[in-house]
């Protein structure tokens, strides 16, 4: 067992763990200030890869294409929350769940219509390589690029949500929705602002995955539910909750799908090992889950007092 | 003319196979077989959903354990449905206890997320089963047999037994929601702050009936199983929790019915939109057939936001005006 | 009422009078994974098997051809509902097209009971190879394990002492390892499998790095041994690890969608663009022509698997009906396979060559595998023993 191997694991668990933490964020603003549970965040990440792959072709550069993405999904975010979601905020969680379980479908299937089941979306070729950390230490350049930039998204909100107006405005209305309302708060546009961040957020997830993973139809479903369980344990409504929680989940289940095999493989089967380790690892971060909310029904970090 | 719906319904639903045969046609016999499974399954969720008020989005977890624990009994050699139903249904039944001992302590959202992560986690535990099938699925060699002359493998057969087991849960739910039980968990869905003042325990009682409702989606998947003669961890995928709820939605939540219209609804829809090729339509989208989710989907939010109640209330505010 | 209304109607659907039957023409389903990461596969096959019969005139075996196709979207489910429906309700007379084992494992049992021929354009497991051998299935690929031998044994021939495998969690996964071990005879550096359908290998790379092999093989169809390649080379491991695949994973579309990263990989399969006779000329260039693009070994064996219908049809003269007569005449194998000499075995796999490819570029510069030499002849499989059929 080298440390290299630990290293890199590790690396691979933040790459995971921000980029999650990109979709959980906007989740966890729209269900705490919102009240409202979308099952569609994972479609918005599914239309920012897709527009990405499209604008990386016609740009024929991949920053260009993944930078002209984020303001489109963005724009359709918006368009999204002011026709459809503005009207499921008075409604029960039942209602916005069938709303938005539809909603994924529909979009499935449009993207489908407009693009086809999947796009390409290569990685840019100056970042195919590896890149030398340490002697005899290498991980892919991509990667790095994918941390360094989830690193500073990570930090840009901070900022946003501690420094600014805007995000005192935010904090007031996750923390206590009707007292933010009462004082005046309830200016429309702020949740239409918030969604549109969500979708940008969403759209610099699935434009940076896209190349490692693949850009295709239904690949907003599986993230979505990490999503979710990340803002389940971090605290609906908390960024610092979402961000602890995906890095939580980040390295939790990248270091159980790298190890568990290895350690199972001591007593099993090659094959057994292999299969028991990544579904253990999967049903690790739901045990996590589980036993947070027992410890802390509101999670680690609730923004409600 | 109310009251006599539901009979000549039955007496329908028993004549189809009759004209059926007539045709040669034993492919609706099975399509039908599938639509009565499901329609059990659709009720069992609309006990908790719609009567009990309770957002489950794990109800695929007890319709998969129905359908894995019969299935493996199946494989192993255990023939008989008299022991394999009854204890997919257990199973079942006990997995609902387990979940909802833990789940039914929270609340809102929280409920909703816990349900979803422990069927998740019965998914990944399924699909890790590699001496059963893993994500490849189980075949299986025969239906379960149910002795009796009666050979389950003929499709005429497995009709009239999904037929059965659906009319039973349909009788059951009339009779549980005007049972004690019954109006207690609805006065619950109603306020559950009220009921707790007036002395009603209601942890105990959400649970009594998430148990039943687990125990019924395990014989819906018992019967799943042994009509497709095939079981496949996606059986306990969210997605088709969430499927199972469209169903409930469609059909009407807390209508009696809401179950069984809503799964004759979602799968006849996709069925017409698979298999029988529309031309005006494909005039207009040469493609659509490829598409149906699109249509399911743009119904369904139609439905969420214009009519709530779902195609039975909609057809029993009708009948009011 | 409209409840009622609804239950009446349903009841007269069943009661309206269904389309007479037409005796005189094939019905082929024709059900494949023709969506999602891997659907170049599927895709692949199904316009070989369809460029075939246009070729032939829109006929198989002189009887007019229509090809009912289905996309199974990578779900055993899935691909056992298209399967029931086209056995029970638009009553083909062959089925065909699966990708994957695991799907067709799950949907040809419907086509077993119902006494319908399934042709294999691809997949072909070794459990129907052995002791569940069937008569009503027909492998016109290759058997599951044959690459995997022909490269083990290449991998022996070389000389490799150290050799990491990958292969994704399902049966093919495991025969694929299996049958490279059955001729490699060096040391085993590291055996993994992954999901299928897994596509981010960085957990596993780290490990192959850490693990220092000579080789490393990968069995990773479709999607994923794209971005496993990709991945690979990304971290720096090509420099100093030769990859060996299996033909499959070095061909047409995953050229198409790495490039150059591909080259000097070495593989095995049982066809390549270059084998030298009349029916596999005609076939890649009518190929390029109508798609404008190279064909993979899926491509031709979709062919190939036309081509043995078509032969089979035309031996009953049309007498679909005798399903007996038609699984003798399938037996017998009386084509021109754009792969060369092709026949049976008694399981109703084949027995063929199997050859040696690197990718290298053509004369025309373009990225493609060329025949470097025979690794088997007339090579059969290691599961025939067990199968009680004649």
């Known amino acids: 067992m080298s440390w290299i191997l630990i290293v890199e694991q590790a690396l691979n668990g933040l790459q995971f763990g921000l980029m999650l933490f990109l979709l959980a964020a906007g989740l966890t603003l729209v269900f705490g200030i919102m009240d409202m549970i979308n099952l569609a965040h994972g479609s918005l990440y599914m239309l920012g890869a897709f527009l990405a792959a499209t604008l990386v072709q016609a740009t024929g550069s991949f920053a260009a294409g993944v930078l002209l993405a984020i303001p489109a999904t963005a724009i359709l975010g918006m368009l999204l929350e002011v026709s459809v979601l503005r009207t499921l905020y008075s409604r029960d969680h039942l209602s916005q769940v069938l709303a938005t379980f539809a909603l994924i479908l529909i979009f499935n299937e449009a993207v489908r219509i407009v693009w086809g089941p999947d796009m390409p979306l290569p990685m840019p070729a100056a970042l195919s390589g590896p890149v030398q950390l340490l002697p005899g230490m290498y991980y892919p350049a991509y990667r790095l690029l994918i941390i360094g930039v989830g690193a500073a998204v990570a930090a840009l909100l901070y900022l946003l949500v501690a420094r600014t107006r805007i995000g005192m405005l935010v904090r007031a209305g996750a923390s206590n929705r009707e007292m933010a309302l009462a004082m005046g708060v309830n200016i429309p546009w702020l949740f239409t602002l918030l969604f549109g961040v969500g979708a940008g957020l969403c759209a610099v997830a699935g434009a940076l995955l896209g190349p490692l993973l693949a850009v295709q139809v239904g690949m907003g479903e599986n993230i979505l539910i990490l999503a979710f369980v990340v803002i389940v344990i971090g605290g609906i409504g908390s960024i610092r909750g979402a961000l602890v929680g995906s890095l939580l989940v980040g390295i939790v289940d990248t270091i159980g799908r790298a190890f568990l095999p290895i350690l199972f493989g001591l007593f099993f089967q090659p094959r057994v090992a292999s299969a028991a380790g990544p579904a253990i690892a999967s049903v690790l971060v739901y045990l996590l889950m589980a036993v947070v909310l027992y410890i802390k029904p509101q999670g680690l970090f609730p923004a409600r007092g | 003319m109310r009251r006599a719906a539901p009979w000549v319904t039955l007496l329908l639903a028993l004549a189809f196979p009759l004209a059926m045969q007539a045709e040669h046609q034993t492919y609706y016999l099975s399509f039908a077989s599938r639509i009565f499974v499901y329609a059990l399954a659709a009720t069992s969720l609309n006990l908790i959903l719609g009567y009990g008020g309770m957002i489950s989005f794990g109800h695929a977890a007890f319709v998969g354990t129905g359908a894995y624990v019969s299935s493996i009994l199946l494989s192993e050699g255990v023939a008989s449905a008299w022991i394999g139903w009854p204890a997919a249904t257990a199973a079942s039944a006990l997995a609902a206890l387990a979940i909802g001992a833990v789940s039914l302590r929270t609340r809102g959202a929280y409920f909703i997320m816990i349900t979803l992560a422990f069927a998740q986690m019965m998914f990944f535990l399924v699909n890790s089963m590699k001496a059963y099938g893993g994500d490849e699925g189980l075949s299986l060699r025969e239906r379960a047999s149910v002795g009796l002359g009666v050979d389950l493998g003929s499709d005429v057969a497995f009709y009239y037994t999904a037929l059965a087991a659906l009319a039973a849960g349909l009788y059951g739910l009339h009779r549980l929601a005007h049972s004690r039980l019954g109006r207690v968990i609805q006065a619950i869905r109603e306020n559950e702050e009220r009921a707790e003042a007036i002395g009603f325990p209601v942890y105990r009682h959400k649970l009594a009936c998430f148990v039943i409702a687990g125990a019924v989606a395990g014989l819906a998947g018992a019967l799943l199983a042994s009509h497709g003669k095939y079981v496949n961890p996606n059986v306990l995928h969210w997605t088709h929790s969430g499927t199972l709820m469209v169903m409930v939605i469609l059909g009407g939540v807390g209508q009696l019915w809401g179950g069984v219209i809503g799964a004759a609804g979602l799968l006849g829809l996709e069925d017409l939109i698979a298999n029988h090729r529309m031309e005006w339509l494909a005039a207009m989208f040469p493609n659509y057939q490829q598409h149906a989710s699109l249509g399911v989907g743009i119904v369904l939010l139609a439905i969420v936001l214009f009519a709530p109640q779902g195609i039975a209330g909609l057809l029993a505010r009708g009948r009011r005006a | ?390």
């Open chain 3, 1 to 390: 009422m409209t409840r009622y209304l609804l239950a009446l109607a349903w009841t007269a659907a069943g009661l309206l009078p269904l389309p007479a039957q037409a005796a005189d023409k094939v019905k082929i389903g024709f059900i494949s994974t023709l969506s999602g990461p891997s659907a170049a596969l599927g895709i692949d096959i199904r316009d070989a098997f369809l460029l075939s019969v246009k070729l032939n005139g829109g006929k198989l075996g002189g009887l007019p051809a229509e090809v009912i196709v289905g996309d199974d979207q990578f779900k055993p489910d899935v691909g056992r509902q298209l399967a029931e429906k086209n056995i029970k309700l638009d009553k083909v007379d062959f089925l065909t097209g699966f990708v994957f084992s695991n799907i067709m494992l799950a949907s040809v049992p419907v086509a077993f009971e119902n006494k319908v021929i399934y042709v294999s354009p691809n997949a072909a497991p070794s459990p129907l190879a052995g002791k569940q051998c069937n008569p009503y299935f027909f492998a016109a690929s290759w058997p599951n394990d044959a690459y995997h031998e022909a490269a083990g044994q290449y991998a022996t021939t070389k000389g490799y002492q150290a050799v990491y495998m990958l292969a994704p969690n399902y049966q093919a996964g495991k025969d694929s390892l299996e049958g490279f071990k059955r001729f490699y005879k060096g040391r085993v550096a590291g055996e993994v499998y992954t999901q299928l359908g897994q596509l981010d290998y960085s957990a596993e790379l780290a490990q192959v790095r850490a693990a220092k092999p000579e080789a490393v093989y990968i069995f990773l169809p479709g999607g994923m041994g794209v971005n496993f390649i990709k991945q690979f080379v990304a971290a720096g491991l090509s420099k100093d690890i030769q990859l060996i695949t299996p033909g499959f994973s070095s061909d047409q579309d995953i050229i198409r969608a790495v490039g150059d990263p591909m080259l000097g990989i070495f593989d095995a399969a049982h066809w390549a663009l270059d084998l030298d006779n009349a029916a596999n000329k005609k076939f890649v260039a009518e190929f390029e022509k109508e798609y404008k693009r190279l064909p993979t070994v899926y491509a031709s064996q979709g062919y190939d698997t036309a081509l043995l219908i078509d032969s089979a049809v035309r031996e009953v003269k049309g007498r679909i009906e005798n399903t007996e007569g038609v699984r003798m005449a399938l037996k017998s194998a009386k084509f021109q396979s754009v792969r060369g000499p092709f026949r049976f075995n008694r399981n109703q796999y084949p027995i063929q060559n199997y050859y040696l490819r690197v990718v290298g570029k053509d004369s025309q510069g373009r990225l493609v595998n060329r025949t470097m030499g025979t690794i088997f002849k007339d090579r059969g499989d290691a599961y025939v023993q067990e199968c009680p059929m004649k």
